[in-house]
């Protein structure tokens, strides 16, 4: 089941709620409660900032950063404040790569 809504996060804030159930990988990170799981960033905006997404992270022998263990943006609202909080930095690294090109 596909569900998409607002929920009440802390206080009376509203937050984007997305929940794929029928995803194959869906849950994709263990320790999260099945009715709580935000699917909204499925991909990570915070994966490119590497080390300093915050997050519970290793890297792979390879050295591809492996997120499995972190569940910091499928937490209910917690993936939205954390986004709101490294927004100037992620819109700087959008900026800079839009100069590249």
């Known amino acids: 089941m596909v569900s ?3 929920r009440k996060g802390q206080g009376s804030h509203r937050y984007p709620f997305f929940s794929n159930t029928e995803c194959p990988y869906f849950p994709c990170h ?3 409660p099945e009715g709580e799981f935000n699917c909204l960033f499925c991909y990570c905006p915070l994966y490119v900032l ?3 997404c915050g997050g519970n992270f290793t890297y792979t022998a390879s050295g ?3 997120c499995s263990a972190c569940t910091m943006t499928h937490r209910g609202d917690a993936g939205t404040e954390l986004v ?10 959008a900026r800079q790569k839009g100069e590249m090109q």
């Open 50 to 52: 590497g080390p300093r």
């Open 64 to 66: 591809h950063k492996d």
């Open 4 to 6: 998409s809504h607002a």
């Open 84 to 93: 709101k909080l490294h927004f100037g930095e992620l819109s700087e690294l």
């Open 30 to 32: 263990e320790g999260v």
